[in-house]
């Protein structure tokens, strides 16, 4: 049978099947970048492997080699999911997640969804941990008890909270199978109980009987997993595994001998694996052992010498005879992504650097890097980065104009890269880069802690660092470090941040104690003259909604954005300040409140439009230039947004991709605002052709600012007019009425708001 999507209304235990969330009723496109080297479960349907990751699923075609990967753009509930199992009768692999959704996918590409668990409020704790199926009933495994669904109709059936008794109630069912027209299930420090699948009311705790010793069952130690095949049910203890065939009580399995971390079933075949690196599975005449480093979380059994293994670290390896094939789709190696930095097709990942408190992580994740054209690559130890950089990279920040990256280590110094490749690495030892206690010690993993990186108008690189004695450094353009004095300094500050303004003023973020502006009196190598000024909350110190300050940006005005634990304030006289001016910022104005008023400001990123993005931990927002409009909101629930708590934001204004850096991964939208100048040699449409079945956006680049573009037909009759946001503009495929215009050859007629610098894009339709 197969499973259509329902809308019905739910009994038992909630609302109705949802419909979630695609592409086709969101503004603009989305791509996901996430780790799926990390394998947690894999299943076997129609041939294709799909593999559970850290990062949401995989399918792999073992004959063609084809990866395809799966993630909320794609219609998953989410990318953390927790089981996944193939109901063959069905004809659909079911994914379970943490917060109780269920997913249901056939193969045709399109999602189905079980709600009921997770919108239900009556239960806390819903993680769904373990599918069997059985003809026209699922079977689901939670963290509260038991739920059985009806594959006819997609309803749940019933949902048991205690079982036996006089037992507690709503306690972790970890494994669920049927066996010889019995439910058992696997209920936490309890052990198994069992009931006859065809009860009349599973929901009566006397219809669940307990397997021990008055049932034959031949150990009292603690069971952590169950499986069956159609003659045996199999209970793995922490020793050696058991099993009955349902006449003759239990005993200990021949073969599976010994202390298993997994334990598996297909059909007839059976087998564990050690997640120490060893496995052993067999069939009724082969036992096959053999070694996997990166810890083995599953394996599938596909026919006779042809099975995979998932695992921990090293994706899923698929072994054929003696053949191994391993399976990674391109993305980063975890994540974690703290900072992030974009710029000509290129982009750069500080993955982790320090815990809650800005203590150092000792981390050898490194840099990422991805290329467009060339995909993901890593920058450790082992990949030329510099053998001295041994604690976590939590600053990035790119270069427009020479391309090249400043990677900041939190402890051991700054990395400048170009290409993906590392140029130079700047320590104490070789720079003279301040430490937190003045003395260059290599191996101190806690040395210096780069928490912000500028460029100035002069080419100057600014760098301030946390805890350090010189808190504030430059490189200037020949090459020579200098540390600004320290007695310029309060005692007791925390610089987590750092940016330069368009007069030359460093704007350094002072945990908790509100911010610094370092002024260098127009002599930025001079540092007698320098003075520093401290703003605070309150009126005629600076007027910031509170001292908790976590991000700033500059805009193209020359503006300084500052995002508190309290919304977002702006500096709107820099000037002043640069003259020895304590100036008071003023908050943009929304809805006749303070704008974002009650949000902490993680970061601040300012498009080729002079828009504002501003990452919050209730998702993104972009606001107009002033503020004083909302343009977009995208959280986990309206949005494939993959965490509402947002780490950074960083804009590639070649392209105009809007890249978020969130606490589950890293995704990207495709805006509508690019830097640049009209130029009609630069003019792209893309894509080009245009399908007529296409559900995204057409992106015309190189408009320049404020641009007038006119979509007609080859005949000049106006089809859409639009404006372009910096260099780009984005039109949906459909005419001033709101219908998909058909198939034919398209002009986009350029010019600027005067009517001026008439340039033409050319692009066609093509049915499909």
Same mark, same amino acid.
């Given at each position: ?8 209304? #739910? ?24 780790? &799926? ?17 850290? $990062? ?25 999911? =927790?089981?996944?199992? &193939? %109901? ?21 590409? @399109? ?29 689901? %495994? ?63 705790? #006397? @219809? ?44 200990? &399995? ?10 598996? #079933? ?51 390896? !698929? ?62 130890? *082992? ?48 720079? +003279? ?25 002069? $080419? ?22 200098? #540390? ?33 502006? !370092? ?31 976590? *991000? ?25 300040? *640069? ?15 303070? /704008? ?8 601040? =990123?300012?498009? +080729? ?12 927002? /972009? ?49 509508? %605002?690019?830097?640049? @100048? ?5 003019? /792209? ?84």
């Amino acid at each position: 049978m197969k499973i259509k999507r329902f809308f019905l209304a #739910a009994m038992a235990i909630g609302i109705g099947v949802s419909e979630g969330l695609t592409q086709n009723n969101l503004p603009g496109s989305w791509k996901a970048y996430l780790n &799926h080297t990390a394998c947690i479960q894999a299943t076997e349907m129609n041939g294709i492997i799909y593999t559970l990751t850290s $990062g949401g699923m995989f399918a792999y075609e073992p004959e063609s080699q084809e990866t395809k990967t799966f993630s909320t753009i794609d219609g998953m509930s989410g990318i953390n999911p =927790t089981a996944i199992y &193939h %109901a063959e009768d069905a004809g659909n692999i079911f994914i379970g997640y943490e917060d109780g959704m269920i997913d249901y996918y056939s193969g045709a590409g @399109e999602f189905g969804y079980f709600s009921q668990i997770q919108t239900n409020t009556f239960y806390t704790q819903k993680r769904i941990n373990e599918f069997f199926a059985k003809e026209n009933r699922l079977y689901v %495994a939670t963290d509260f008890g038991l739920v059985v669904y009806n594959l006819d109709n997609g309803l749940p059936i019933t949902d048991v909270t205690q079982f036996g008794v006089g037992n507690a109630t709503r306690l972790k069912i970890s494994s669920v199978t049927v066996f010889k027209n019995r439910i058992y299930v696997l209920v936490q420090n309890s052990g198994i109980f069992s009931a006859n699948e065809n009860a009349t009311n599973l929901k009566d705790p #006397a @219809e669940w009987t307990i397997e021990d010793e008055s049932t034959g069952f031949p150990t009292t130690e603690p069971i952590f997993q169950l499986k069956s095949t159609p003659t045996i049910l199999l209970a793995r203890s922490d020793t050696t595994t058991y099993f009955s065939d349902g006449l003759s009580g239990w005993e200990q &399995h021949p073969k599976l001998t010994g202390r298993l971390d997994r334990l598996y #079933a297909w059909g007839e075949i059976v087998g564990g694996s050690r997640i120490n690196r060893t496995s052993v599975f067999y069939n009724e005449t082969d036992n096959i052992t053999f070694f996997v480093e990166g810890g083995v979380e599953d394996v599938v059994y596909i026919r006779k010498n042809v099975f995979l293994v998932a695992t921990r670290f090293n994706g899923l390896l !698929y072994f054929d005879t003696y053949e191994v094939t391993n399976v990674t789709p391109d993305g980063p190696r975890s994540n974690d992504c703290v900072r992030i930095a974009a710029g000509n097709g290129e982009l750069y990942v500080a993955p982790k650097g320090y815990d809650q408190a800005y203590t150092p992580e000792v981390s050898t994740l490194g840099v990422y890097y991805y290329n467009k054209s060339a995909g993901w690559t890593f920058l450790d130890q *082992s990949q030329g980065l510099d053998p001295t950089v041994s604690t976590g990279f939590a600053r990035v920040v790119y270069d427009d104009n020479s391309g090249n990256t400043w990677a900041g280590s939190w402890g051991s110094g700054l990395v400048e890269l170009q290409n993906g490749e590392q140029r130079a690495f700047y320590n104490c030892q070789n720079a +003279g880069i301040s430490t937190i206690n003045a003395n260059c010690n290599l191996t101190n993993r806690e040395n210096s802690r780069v928490s912000g990186i500028d460029l100035d108008f002069s $080419g100057n690189l600014w760098m301030s660092l946390d805890f350090a004695r010189e808190p504030l450094m430059v490189r200037n353009t020949d090459g020579q470090w200098l #540390a600004t004095p320290s007695f310029r300094f309060p005692q007791n500050h925390h610089i987590t941040d750092m940016i330069v303004d368009d007069y030359g003023n460093k704007w350094m973020v002072n945990a908790e104690q509100g911010l610094l502006v !370092y002024l260098d009196n127009n002599t930025p190598l001079d540092f007698d003259d320098d003075r520093v000024i401290s703003l605070k909350a309150g009126l005629n110190q600076g007027n910031l909604p509170t001292n908790q300050v976590y *991000s700033l940006a500059k805009d193209m005005d020359g503006f300084v954005w500052v995002g508190t634990g309290q919304g977002v304030t702006v500096f709107y006289d820099p000037f002043s300040i *640069s003259q020895g001016k304590v100036v008071d910022a003023s908050p943009p104005v929304f809805e006749r409140r303070p /704008l974002l008023k009650d949000a902490i400001i993680n970061a601040i =990123t300012v498009d +080729g439009g002079n828009r504002k993005w501003f990452a919050t931990n209730d998702g993104v927002f /972009l606001m107009s230039e002033d503020g004083d409009q909302e343009i977009y909101h995208f959280n986990e629930e309206n949005s494939p947004l993959l965490s509402d708590a947002v780490n950074d934001i960083a804009v590639d204004n070649n392209t105009g991709e809007v890249f978020f850096a969130t606490a589950r991964g890293i995704i990207s939208f495709q805006g509508d %605002a690019t830097t640049g @100048e009209t130029n009609c040699n630069e003019i /792209l449409v893309y894509p080009n052709p245009v399908f007529t079945d296409y559900e995204g956006v057409v992106t015309i680049r190189g408009t320049g600012p404020e641009s007038r573009v006119k979509i007609t037909s080859v005949t000049g009759m106006l089809v859409k007019e639009i404006l372009s946001q910096g260099g780009t503009a984005i039109w949906d495929g459909r005419d001033v009425y709101g219908n998909k215009v058909k198939s034919g050859v398209y002009l986009a007629l350029i010019s600027n708001r005067n009517g001026d610098n008439g340039c033409v894009g050319k692009f066609t339709v093509i049915a499909r």
